[in-house]
């Protein structure tokens, strides 16, 4: 595993030894942002004039993949699934979707109405919004189902926002941080705040993460030099942690350790159960570092997506691949040649589906396709086996019955005496011919009951397969009814509720109009009394 850290340079460390493994740089000016994919195999960085570039590591060297063609680009961020769709923010405050195979736009998202340069880019835990933080201060939800703005979430106490990003489990939780020193906990479904820190730095806030071990554990850094510890669910300050070094980012793992990023180009390493001091002090850049990012933990689950790098060797003998690494297709790699090992797509499994309505609300079982396409591929096998044993016991049949024409039912149904039968006079070659008849007619019983017995077996599993079959398309029948009157009881909830407030407007429009009718009353009371005083 790696922790990556970038300035003029990318830099990557082993995480175990902290020794310097890699570096990349081909660009002048400090790097704006790096990130690793979900998968943990690819690193995306944008460089300072905001170009966006897709690395592996994977090789000896880092090694660059492909560029994203889309201009006045300035930020970007892999999706949390896997390494196909990327979301791109431009200078403008347009953001669009890259998909990394076909190397196409998929989708662009409406501009919103104050537009600005994206700075922040950031998916929620289940993939189904989108947060595009401006340099205006507004944060943007794109919903991934709708493809639309569903909200903008402004926050009061500043307009400049120096870090946002989703909490990694709830997906409706979104931390923002700014240049004020507040630290802010959005909830996207009621936009009100769930926890306000204000001035919590005493200097504009760097970086947030989220821990990984806990959920309810948060750290920021700030120019102040000083880390704070969260309890996001009781609401208040853990820890505050003081160092010597400007702090301009900061990164977590699952293994508990905290790497920050320093303006002097140094990265320290606490261990989050002890942050009395660093226990590692790294010092590979000369440049301040702008970003800190580990390695994700590498998924055990098996993916149907191809992995992005082509193992392409020129005037070398074929390798024996491992039998863990399987794919060597690279999406990314440039090359007119086609590839030494021609894939076949349909053979490695159903691609994500972009946008799924099911997808979207968690009620599709896209994870099992996989699963499902190999047990229909065996099941197809098993039927073919079967085709071709019944078509060799056809065969069987129709020899029989050419070779035995005594063992006919039409010479049995007419009463004619079978040589067979004769009780005297029966000669060598006749008992011969008689043991081989015998024989044949054994046989032809084993076919038969062989025959019924497949016939028994494939009725059975023809029987089980549409069992299978109706129960997922009863399984998908529900999901999608339940997904309805879920809908529909928001709906008439949001009706209601709008029913309340119109009948409690209509009370007070009530109430307003029989009051003005007794002021009329009463100033007419006070006309005629007027009037009488004059007469008098």
């Not at 990318?10 to 081909?26: A, F, P, V």
């Not at 460089?47 to 492909?66: C, F, K, T």
């Not at 320093?262 to 606490?270: A, E, F, R």
């Not at 660093?278 to 990012?293: C, N, T, Y």
Request: hydrophobic share 35%.
């Amino acid at each position: 595993m790696y922790l990556s850290s970038i300035s003029s340079r990318l830099l990557l460390y082993d995480t175990i030894s902290w020794d310097l493994k890699k570096t990349y740089g081909c660009y002048d000016g400090v790097m704006r942002d790096i990130s690793w994919s979900d998968d943990s195999k690819y690193i995306l960085q944008v460089n300072s004039i905001g170009l966006i570039e897709i690395l592996s590591p994977a090789d000896h060297d880092v090694r660059s993949l492909q560029h994203i063609p889309i201009k006045d680009t300035w930020s970007a961020s892999f999706h949390r699934d896997g390494h196909r769709n990327i979301a791109v923010g431009t200078k403008s405050g347009i953001v669009k979707i890259w998909d990394t195979k076909n190397k196409t736009i998929t989708k662009t998202f409406p501009t919103p109405s104050q537009p600005s340069c994206v700075s922040f880019l950031s998916y929620n835990a289940k993939n189904t919004s989108l947060a595009a933080t401006m340099l205006n201060g507004d944060t943007v939800i794109y919903g991934l189902v709708s493809n639309i703005p569903v909200l903008t979430v402004k926050l009061t106490c500043s307009n400049s926002i120096s870090a946002m990003k989703f909490h990694h489990e709830s997906r409706s939780l979104l931390g923002l941080a700014t240049d004020e020193g507040h630290v802010v906990l959005r909830d996207i479904t009621t936009n009100k705040d769930k926890a306000f820190f204000e001035n919590i730095h005493a200097s504009p806030v760097s970086d947030i993460s989220f821990s990984l071990i806990n959920k309810d554990v948060m750290l920021s850094s700030g120019y102040d030099k000083i880390i704070q510890v969260y309890d996001i669910r009781l609401h208040n300050v853990v820890s505050t942690v003081r160092t010597s070094y400007t702090l301009s980012s900061l990164a977590i793992n699952a293994d508990n350790q905290v790497a920050l990023g320093t303006k002097n180009g140094h990265v320290l390493i606490y261990d989050l159960r002890d942050l009395t001091s660093p226990f590692k002090v790294l010092k590979g850049h000369e440049d301040e570092i702008s970003k800190v990012a580990f390695q994700p933990t590498r998924r055990k689950t098996m993916s149907a997506e191809l992995s992005l790098r082509e193992e392409v060797e020129i005037n070398s003998p074929l390798k024996v691949q491992s039998p863990v690494r399987t794919r060597t297709s690279d999406m990314f790699f440039v090359n007119d040649t086609p590839p030494r090992h021609n894939l076949d797509v349909s053979a490695l499994g159903p691609e994500n589906k972009a946008d799924s309505f099911l997808v979207m609300l968690g009620l599709d079982k896209s994870n099992v396709e996989f699963d499902d396409d190999q047990n229909k591929s065996n099941e197809e096998r098993k039927s073919d086996k079967h085709e071709l044993r019944y078509r060799q016991l056809d065969a069987e049949k129709n020899i029989s019955k050419v070779s035995t024409p005594l063992n006919s039912r039409t010479v049995e149904n007419f009463g004619f005496p079978s040589p067979l039968c004769i009780p005297n006079g029966v000669s060598d070659d006749k008992k011969g011919s008689n043991s081989n008849l015998s024989n044949i007619k054994l046989n032809n019983n084993n076919v038969q009951s062989t025959t019924s017995t497949i016939d028994t077996k494939a009725t059975d599993e023809l029987k089980d397969f549409i069992k299978m079959t109706l129960s997922d398309v009863s399984d998908d029948n529900r999901n999608y009814f339940l997904h309805i009157m879920m809908a529909l009881t928001k709906q008439k909830l949001y009706l209601e509720k709008q029913l309340s407030c119109m009948n409690q407007q209509v009370q007070n429009l009530v109430q307003n109009q029989n009051a003005l009718v007794e002021a009329n009353r009463k100033l007419a009371l006070q006309i005629d009394q007027l009037k009488l005083q004059n007469n008098f």
